[in-house]
């Protein structure tokens, strides 16, 4: 009797995760599914390493993870199949779904401008690392960047800039960042120590982004 086949939908840090605890339990056979030409990489290395020149988009990859880099289109579940963007499709016993989440962007005036000028991005996916990378080292010297958020991500990249020499703003919505996940006293602090570190504008948010040649002015 051959042992189960599950389909992991997600090729990012949690269905990774969850492929490589199924595959250590040895009683079933799991493979990840990326979207085309995706290569499966560990997600968590992605703002800390590529975006401040620390690593190569290629010392990121996940060696043995069996993975299907075919964008999965549609699901059959009476079937129990997964139909894939090539035409092919894969049967599965179970599915487990990890498709991640999408960073927030900016919506506010001049927005579009300033990522078409490549002064705006988010921090998410390899390429964006490669783009936050790349214009880095076209400046040439330290820069000034805002980083709206004050999350993990947001406080692990920041630390990482102002070690390179880069000066660094926090901004934020909440005047206390991550007080619904850490509660009032851990957040306070990690506020104080963003403070001590960075500048940061908590409590504030952006109406608009202009573009001044080689620099961007958000207004709050």
């Known amino acids: 009797m051959s042992s189960p086949h599950v389909l992991v939908i997600g090729a990012g840090a949690a269905g990774?995760?969850?492929?490589?605890?199924?595959?250590?339990?040895?009683?079933?056979?799991?493979?990840?599914?990326?979207?085309?030409?995706?290569?499966?990489?560990?997600?968590?290395?992605?703002?800390?390493?590529?975006?401040?020149?620390?690593?190569?988009?290629?010392?990121?990859?996940?060696?043995g993870v069996d993975a299907i880099l075919d964008t999965a289109i549609r699901i059959d579940a009476a079937e129990r199949r997964v139909h894939f963007a090539s035409g092919a499709s894969a049967g599965y016993d179970a599915l487990l779904i990890a498709t991640g989440s999408t960073p927030h962007g900016l919506t506010v005036p001049g927005a579009d401008d300033a990522a078409a000028a490549g002064k705006l991005t988010s921090l998410h996916s390899i390429d964006d690392a490669i783009?936050?990378?790349?214009?880095?080292?076209?400046?040439?010297?330290?820069?000034?960047?805002?980083?709206?958020?004050?999350?993990?991500?947001?406080?692990?990249?920041?630390?990482?800039?102002?070690?390179?020499?880069?000066?660094?703003?926090?901004?934020?919505?909440?005047?206390?960042?991550?007080?619904?996940?850490?509660?009032?006293?851990?957040?306070?602090?990690?506020?104080?120590?963003?403070?001590?570190?960075?500048?940061?504008?908590?409590?504030?948010?952006?109406?608009g982004i202009r573009l001044d040649g080689a620099e961007i002015t958000i207004q709050l």
């Open 131 to 207: 783009r936050v990378r790349d214009a880095l080292a076209a400046l040439g010297h330290p820069g000034r960047i805002v980083i709206s958020g004050a999350g993990l991500v947001a406080g692990e990249t920041a630390t990482l800039l102002r070690e390179k020499g880069h000066h660094v703003t926090l901004l934020a919505r909440s005047p206390l960042p991550g007080v619904t996940v850490f509660g009032q006293e851990l957040a306070g602090r990690l506020a104080d120590a963003h403070r001590a570190r960075h500048t940061t504008a908590f409590g504030r948010v952006p109406v």
């Open 16 to 63: 990774v995760a969850a492929a490589r605890v199924l595959a250590a339990a040895n009683a079933v056979t799991v493979s990840v599914i990326g979207r085309s030409g995706e290569t499966p990489y560990n997600r968590t290395l992605v703002n800390k390493g590529i975006a401040v020149g620390l690593l190569t988009p290629e010392q990121t990859a996940l060696p």
